[in-house]
């Protein structure tokens, strides 16, 4: 079956890509595209010729954000806990810990990440691409990049927000967890959630020479500057953040609709897929 | 003092503060009906957004006043309006609309939102002792915060956007009408998924050290710090 998240090798020395290649879905990410980002962060991680990491995207955004066909059921079939037919909180648990916030989960694996990630961000960064820019060490964001986690408006806000609100700050995250906010990249760029804002197109430009300056450090002192990195984060109480995310993340998957309210997962089960992603849009809209 | 609710838009309830400066004065009478409005409009499942006004001092900042006997209990600790609004389990959106004295600028602070006109200004919050240093720093980065404690005074409304204290400045006309729209907007999320939200971001703030921060300030104010 063909990877839509590969490692890839540049022709600058110490620099490796990891190429998000599914652009027909606009980069919508599926579990198992989580999975495959853990593997090529792993295969990358044991090369010692490799000092930084490109994170980038084929298509015109980084990603659209959860493939929503898949959203609503990660916690069928995770390894170990029987099928229920309302699925139990461990199978909840453990599927927002394995995929998403736990320690092989694809956030944990790129804010632990031994070597430099630096996101070339575009277009569409919603949702996995938020926290992509928030979890990667250095953002390029090419002027057309948008931020945003539009699904937060239906469910909630679930996941880390530690990271979030110490970036951005605490009344700045608000706007894009409670208002529904989509940042541009120079919004993006004054709030401090990017480093550099560079022309439409430009992204991949950008951030692969942010990583060939990065890469002329020698690797022992990149190796030392992550660690130090990583223990500031925990001091910061990042770790913790992420240990209550699998819990949120896992009591959102139960939150129970009052009437008016939108329920994504009523609206494609009664009415399809792509129904139900027009009338989410709608949703957001005041009448 | 008459706090008075009422209902702006479906889910956004809007509070005003008749005499914001009877709060820098501390008086129990005032801490408590806003404290209990607050409660109220947290504790009724219909409400989501609470806009919260008349926050702006109608006359000069009064300056602290002899705190009247027991207005730890309305101010301080867990029940008290500062942890009401900082912990508040829906939205809470500041409307300022002119000078803002150190309690209400403490309050800003907790609040989710602030929207504040172009003239609007905002008093040194650590003139109060509920004003709380993890939660500013969280909000405006610890140099800005740093030197607001130390030298004083007050925040124009474009420095404080600028710092991340204020979300967005609106033309004084257009604030209500900004509050309420941006009330609407978080109705938006289910009640549910809004409480997990909230319950979230509290978390968050306990890992920083906000929980511990008010509770250095009741144990100070209620004489359990000198016991210890």
């Known amino acids: ?287 | 003092m008459n706090v008075s609710t009422e209902i702006v838009a479906e889910h956004v309830v809007r509070i005003t503060v008749p005499d914001p400066g009877a709060l820098d004065r501390r008086e129990v009478a005032a801490g408590e009906a806003l404290r209990d409005a607050l409660l109220a409009a947290a504790d009724d499942d219909a409400t989501k957004a609470i806009v919260l006004a008349g926050l702006a001092a109608t006359s000069d900042v009064p300056a602290p006043g002899d705190a009247e006997p027991g207005e730890h209990h309305c101010y301080t600790g867990v029940r008290g309006l500062h942890q009401v609004v900082t912990y508040c389990k829906k939205v809470v959106i500041a409307e300022v609309d002119g000078t803002c004295g150190p309690t209400a600028s403490a309050l800003c602070l907790g609040a989710d939102f602030v929207l504040a006109s172009p003239d609007s200004r905002f008093a040194s919050p650590f003139g109060v002792p509920e004003a709380n240093f993890p939660l500013a720093v969280l909000t405006m980065r610890a140099n800005r915060t740093k030197a607001w404690m130390l030298r004083g005074g007050f925040l124009a409304c474009d420095d404080a956007c600028t710092a991340g204290f204020v979300n967005e400045v609106v033309d004084g006309a257009g604030l209500r009408e900004a509050t309420t729209t941006l009330g609407r907007r978080v109705a938006l999320m289910p009640l549910d998924g809004l409480t997990v939200s909230k319950m979230n971001i509290g978390a968050a703030f306990d890992v920083v050290g906000v929980g511990r921060d008010f509770d250095a300030v009741e144990a100070a104010t209620t004489g359990l710090g000198t016991r210890w």
């Open chain 1, 1 to 287: 079956m063909r990877r839509h998240v590969y490692l890839q090798a540049t022709d600058v020395p110490r620099v490796a890509r990891i190429v998000i290649d599914r652009a027909a879905e606009a980069n919508a990410f599926t579990l198992a595209m989580c999975a495959e980002f853990g593997q090529a962060l792993t295969a990358a991680e044991k090369n010692d010729d490799i000092t930084v990491i490109v994170v980038d995207a084929e298509g015109p955004d980084v990603t659209a954000g959860l493939d929503p066909a898949e959203v609503g059921g990660y916690h069928e079939n995770v390894p170990g806990v029987p099928e229920d037919r309302v699925p139990s909180l461990r199978a909840r648990l453990r599927a927002a810990g394995d995929h998403f916030w736990g320690r092989d989960g694809i956030y944990a694996r790129i804010l632990g990440c031994t070597k430099v990630t630096v996101l070339g961000a575009k277009g569409r960064c919603h949702d996995v691409g938020l926290n992509l820019a928030l979890f990667c060490d250095i953002v390029v964001a090419a002027q057309d990049a948008v931020f945003a986690n539009p699904r937060w408006q239906h469910v909630g806000v679930d996941g880390d927000v530690s990271m979030l609100l110490a970036t951005v700050g605490r009344k700045r995250a608000n706007e894009l967890m409670f208002a529904g906010a989509e940042w541009s990249a120079d919004q993006a760029l004054a709030a401090g959630l990017v480093n550099q804002v560079v022309p439409k197109g430009g992204s991949t430009e950008g951030a692969m020479d942010v990583a060939r300056t990065v890469s002329t450090i020698m690797r022992d002192g990149i190796a030392a500057e992550k660690y130090l990195t990583l223990a500031s984060t925990e001091k910061m109480g990042i770790g913790a953040g992420f240990a209550t995310a699998a819990m949120m993340t896992a009591m959102s998957s139960t939150i129970h609709f009052r009437e008016g309210e939108f329920n994504f997962l009523r609206e494609r089960k009664n009415r399809g897929l792509e129904a139900a992603i027009e009338r989410a849009v709608a949703a957001k809209s005041l009448r």
